[in-house]
């Protein structure tokens, strides 16, 4: 193998890379941001028209960041932790100028006038925007199958969904395809493709990081999170995002800080408690196995575990049907054909405009959760659905504030089952709704989670866990999720990535 | 029980144009959906408060200072149509 | 024959003047080129969020304590669901069950009588963009389609909900103007009705007397002014009446002030009753005020129309009615004020406010703030007038050329010579050619005719070209005939 040869393949398996790691060479000189993005760009020619985790790469536009970032590397300027680092947004976060279309025809051709403001502050630290990544449209569903686009494919299987709504995210990131990402998690959407995808998905407490930017899908639940290859850069991801916003008033008033302080220091002494309930019907074995030996190494690393319950989570499913799409009916109302994305032509007068407009425009899942959700509001049903639902959303939370005085985590299976055959639920929309049934509490009641990958199922597909912690302790959350992600040393790759390096 | 919805009137409400197909099987998977979704009523007892938001704030206010604004031509940047520096929308029958 | 009694109820809507918008900085400022105050937040564009202008908050609450409401102690917005292409997001926030301001009354006056009117309530919203239905003919029904600008989306706006207190039209003038008074005094809005920042909506209802049923509601909607208020109201009242006497059966629904012809019409019925699915905007915290913020808005009230007619009638000893002119509005009550502090007697110079100047100002059209007459201007004619040194008809003129010309009043009386004479040696002389010239009416007079004395007087003031103390003037008389 000859010298050329060897720098090359050295350069292509760049982008596999964690972005702690990635940092460190930038600024060492062991690689230019523009090498980097070049990985991750050649990566996603080589795997993309596969996956499908992109609607849109914005390469000319990563190239001239990415020479940017070089020239401060070179002047020994640049200390930023995510500048040069490759990224993808999910496509419900605006980026100026760059289309942002929900997965949905009714924005196929919308540009934003602004940033959102987690990208905004990304950019600002000299984070690449490589791309902009598929979801199921408006982040209404759990395999990305709900794209008006194209659905994406499962990195470790391509005949497997990734999970979603944040389908694109989870794949790019396990793909090689982007270094880390960010997606959107309302009812487990980053969660429960993070673990699909055997890479970590990081929800932090509801409020943290502003949702300014990121399209509503439903306000009181939506969560900007993080993909990345490890713990290590969830924790800088979320350091660089998460702050008070002052354009979003259910921003909470935290100012940035570093998260994952005390990241080392072990699980020793930490009270976990395991969710038993979780762990019965339903679950698929291999996942029930996984996360009962996760249940073991925590103890052996000195972790102090008891059995916990959230008695009111089973209501947790119906409460969040409920709340989520009458959210929804009401924040979709925008989409008229009035202001900017599609009209339907020819409409004898606006009301037709609209309703043909929104017929055509959106797709079958979006219209059912519009249409239960402007049920549910309507005359003489509010009480009876959406205020009885928000009932249920406090006992919920008094659970997790009755759990967290006894445990200062809570730990369960992320999702029921790995990733399942494209198809195989989109028939059923209950079905597909089940897949969140663990993610689901954790967006009623704000509590930082995180998935991270536990192991592997029969058929070489990643299982993930979950931890979930008290309102703001993502340090607590981060530190667990880092002594198990350490211990435990998980080093699969997708079989796809192996058949790129060769 | 399923529950039954009067599907025309909330596609209405919802400003949704449904073909026969639509209406048909979404009155089904409605029924069922929210046969589920009833079972918030079997816990939320009349003493539970409602919430509606998970980390509770209140009085979060902004300041009365002007920012900078969007240039007509930027406003008008997406719309479908456009006259004499507005919005243009066919005919509006409905009062109100 | 039945007697019938009106029930009305009246709904404002009062843009405010603050800075910027409601739940974003774009600038609140009326008219601009169509689409050049908007932002991707009052433009409704996807992912953008409202904040709540903490200004447009204090203006709600100030609103709601000078009515006396109850401010509540939790507070919430709720989007109101509907979809109309002037309302960029298809929703409105606004209040529901938990309104910033809840009770209270307003006091007005008619012929006189004061009387309170119940509040019902005080609420904050944004306001909604301006449609144009273009088209051949300008009718609504028959425009050939639609423009928005949204520059007006999402100004503050504050409903004030009177309860149905309302009697009659004099009644709901009395109340707009009472309101609008104390909105002006409060300094929250332009209060503009042919600017559209300040509306009104009314429902009527009318029931035979001594009934405590309400009879079927109408509502009344685009009238543009105080006037046009009262005069649909009067229509409408009469409209119910004569139908009830007539047997016929009244319907719910909103009807349109047609103000060229000066009825009310109804409006296209509806496709299907409007549902507006409230519930509570879930990208917003309540508004708690805690008992402190509440306190420093209290304190910083100004003094409000109807207590300021009440001191005016107590302090200034003024009847009723100069004082609700004179107390009327700021403007009105710094002038008078300002001129009494100079000196003068406050019954004159409301007087002069409420007669003289009040015409000169509707003559020109022009408001106190924009004529040249000042308060000393009018101190200084009371005062002139008090002392004899210049007629009630000189007063006249000098209030016409200072407001023709902002010239003090002294200088006008001084070129104009319109100082009286009042000096004894000088009327003397003038008298004494009087008597010798009419020898006969002097003779009638000294003979018990005493009516013939105006002429003499008559006579002296035509020798000093009116300039003589008719007063003085008579006196003299007497005494040189006697
Ligand atoms: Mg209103
Ligand atoms: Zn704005």
Redesign the interface.
Request: aromatic share 10%.
């Given at each position: 193998m000859g010298g050329a040869e060897r720098s090359e393949r050295h350069r292509s398996d760049l982008c596999d890379r964690t972005g702690h790691e990635l940092g460190e060479m930038l600024r060492a000189g062991e690689c230019s941001a523009l090498e980097l993005t070049d990985s991750c760009l050649a990566r996603i020619d080589l795997v993309d028209e596969r996956v499908k985790a992109f609607l849109e790469v914005t390469a000319d536009r990563a190239r001239d960041q990415a020479r940017q970032i070089d020239e401060r590397l070179a002047k020994g300027e640049e200390r930023r932790a995510v500048a040069g680092i490759p990224l993808a947004l999910k496509d419900?976060?605006?980026t100026r100028g760059v289309t942002?279309t929900?997965g949905s025809k009714i924005?196929h051709?919308?540009?934003?006038?602004?940033d959102?403001t987690p990208w905004e502050d990304l950019r600002a630290g000299g984070s690449i925007l490589v791309g902009k990544t598929n979801c199921d449209e408006f982040a209404m569903g759990s395999s990305t199958e709900n794209s008006a686009f194209f659905p994406t494919r499962n990195p470790w299987d391509l005949d497997m969904v990734p999970g979603g709504s944040s389908g694109g995210s989870a794949a790019a990131v396990a793909a090689g395809e982007a270094v880390w990402a960010l997606g959107t998690d309302t009812g487990g959407s980053v969660r429960q493709p993070a673990a699909l995808c055997g890479v970590v998905g990081f929800k932090p407490?509801?409020?943290l990081i502003s949702?300014?930017?990121?399209?509503?899908f439903?306000?009181?639940?939506d969560t900007v999170s993080t993909f990345t290859r490890d713990v290590r850069d969830a924790a800088i991801l979320l350091s660089r995002i998460a702050a008070k916003d002052?354009?979003?008033?259910?921003s909470?008033?935290t100012p940035f800080r570093n998260y994952g302080r005390g990241m080392e220091d072990g699980v020793r002494g930490l009270k976990i408690g395991v969710l038993r309930d979780w762990l019965g019907e339903g679950v698929e074995p291999a996942v029930k196995s996984a996360v009962e030996a996760s249940v073991g190494r925590l103890q052996n690393l000195g972790a102090e575990i008891d059995e916990a319950s959230l008695p009111?989570a089973e209501?947790a499913?119906?409460?969040y049907?409920?709340i989520a799409p009458?959210?929804c009916?009401?924040n979709l109302?925008?989409?008229?054909?009035?202001?900017?994305?599609?009209?339907s032509k020819d409409?004898?007068?606006?009301?037709?405009?609209?309703?043909?407009t929104?017929?055509?425009g959106?797709g079958?899942e979006v219209?059912?959760r519009?249409?239960?959700g402007?049920?549910?509001?309507?005359?003489g049903y509010?009480d009876?659905?959406?205020?009885?639902?928000?009932?249920?959303?406090?006992?919920v939370?008094q659970d997790f504030q009755g759990a967290f005085e006894r445990f200062d985590l809570l730990l369960g299976p992320t999702s029921p089952t790995t990733a399942f055959p494209l198809g195989a639920k989109t028939e059923d929309?209950?079905a597909m709704?089940l897949n969140d049934i663990f993610t689901i509490p954790g967006?009623?009641?704000?509590?930082p989670g995180i998935s991270i990958p536990c192991g592997l199922d029969e058929k070489g597909l990643p299982i993930g866990l979950q931890l979930m912690g008290k309102?703001l302790d993502e340090d607590t959350v981060l530190r667990a999720a880092y002594a198990f992600e350490q211990d435990l040393g998980f080093a699969d790759r997708p079989a796809l990535i192996q058949e790129a390096a060769a | 029980m399923p529950v039954e919805?009067d599907?025309d009137h909330?596609?209405?409400?919802?400003?949704?144009?449904?073909?026969d197909e639509?209406r048909e099987r979404?009155r089904t998977?409605?029924g069922?959906?929210?046969e589920?979704?009833?079972?918030?009523?079997?816990?939320?007892?009349d003493d539970?408060?409602?919430?509606?938001?998970?980390?509770p704030?209140s009085n979060?206010f902004?300041d009365d200072e002007p920012e900078p604004v969007?240039t007509q031509d930027?406003a008008l940047?997406?719309?479908?149509?456009v006259e004499d520096g507005r919005?243009k929308?066919?005919?509006?029958?409905?009062a109100e | 024959m039945t007697e019938y009694e009106a029930v009305v109820g009246l709904e404002c809507h009062v843009e405010l003047s603050t800075r910027t918008k409601m739940f974003c900085g774009t600038p609140n400022e009326f008219g601009g080129e169509p689409n050049t105050r908007t932002c991707?937040v009052c433009?409704?564009?996807?992912?953008?969020?409202?904040?709540?202008n903490r200004q447009a908050i204090e203006y709600t609450m100030k609103i709601a304590l000078a009515l006396d409401s109850e401010i509540a102690a939790s507070s919430l917005f709720h989007?109101k669901?509907y979809?109309y292409?002037d309302m960029?997001?298809?929703?409105q926030i606004s209040q529901y069950d938990l309104p910033i301001g809840s009770g209270g009354h307003l006091e007005i006056e008619v012929d006189g009588q004061s009387r309170r009117i119940a509040m019902n309530r005080v609420h904050l919203e944004e306001d909604t963009g301006k449609t144009v239905h273009a088209g051949t003919t300008g009718r609504i029904a028959e425009a050939d389609y639609?423009l928005?600008d949204y520059n007006r989306a999402g100004v503050p706006l504050v409903e004030v909900v009177s309860e149905p207190d309302i009697r009659t039209a004099e009644e709901a003038r009395s109340y707009l103007t009472e309101l609008r008074a104390l909105l002006e005094a409060l300094g929250v809005s332009d209060v503009r009705m042919e600017e559209g920042s300040f509306r009104c909506d009314a429902n009527i209802s009318v029931r035979p007397a001594g009934q405590t049923e309400y009879g079927v509601k109408v509502e009344i909607k685009n009238m543009n002014s105080i006037r046009s208020v009262e005069r649909a109201v009067r229509f409408e009242i009469e409209r119910q009446r004569n139908a009830l006497e007539a047997g016929e059966t009244l319907v719910q629904e909103t009807r349109h002030w047609d103000e060229s012809k000066g009825v009310t019409l109804p409006l296209r019925s509806k496709e299907y009753a409007f549902?507006y699915?409230?519930?509570p905007e879930?990208?917003?915290?309540p508004v708690e005020p805690d008992g402190e913020w509440i306190d420093r808005l209290r304190k910083g009230l100004p003094e409000l129309p109807a207590a300021r007619r009440r001191r005016f009638v107590e302090q200034h000893d003024l009847d009723p009615a100069a004082a609700r002119i004179v107390a009327g509005s700021a403007e009105w009550a710094e002038f008078f004020e300002e001129a009494v502090g100079l000196g003068a007697e406050p019954r004159a110079v409301a007087n002069w406010m409420t007669g003289d100047l009040a015409a000169l100002l509707h003559e020109n059209d022009v408001s106190l703030s924009g004529g040249r007459v000042e308060p000393r201007h009018v101190a200084d004619i009371a005062r002139l007038v008090a002392d004899g040194t210049i007629s009630t008809a000189g007063a006249k003129q000098v209030l016409a050329v200072a407001f023709a010309s902002g010239t003090a009043a002294q200088q006008i009386v001084e070129e104009r010579g319109l100082a009286q004479i009042s000096d004894e040696s000088e009327l003397t002389a003038v008298i004494d050619e009087v008597v010798a010239e009419n020898p006969g009416p002097v003779e009638q007079f000294r003979g018990g005719k005493e009516g013939v004395i105006g002429f003499l007087v008559g006579q002296v003031m035509q020798k000093t070209k009116g300039a003589a103390n008719p007063q003085e003037a008579q006196r003299l008389l007497r005494q040189r005939l006697s």
């Open positions: 419900v976060l605006c942002t929900c924005l051709n919308y540009v934003p006038p602004y959102c407490t509801y409020g949702r300014y930017g990121l399209i509503a439903a306000s009181s639940l002052p354009r979003d008033a259910t909470l008033p009111n209501y499913l119906s409460a049907y409920l009458a959210e009916s009401s109302a925008r989409y008229d054909g009035v202001r900017y994305g599609l009209r409409a004898a007068d606006v009301v037709e405009m609209n309703m043909r929104r017929g055509e959106f079958d219209k059912r519009i249409m239960l402007t049920y549910s509001l309507s005359a509010y009876a659905y959406y205020g009885q639902a928000q009932k249920v959303r406090t006992l939370i929309p209950l709704y967006n009623l009641s704000g509590v309102h | 919805i599907v909330v596609a209405r409400l919802a400003r949704l144009n449904l073909t639509e979404f998977q409605l069922l959906i929210l589920h979704a009833e079972r918030v009523r079997e816990v939320a007892a539970v408060r409602p919430t509606a938001q998970p980390v704030q979060v902004r969007l930027e940047a997406g719309a479908p149509e919005f929308v066919p005919r509006i029958i409905e | 991707p433009l409704g564009h996807p992912g953008t969020l409202p904040v709540p989007r669901n979809f292409p960029p997001k298809n929703y639609a928005e549902d699915r409230y519930f879930p990208d917003l915290a």
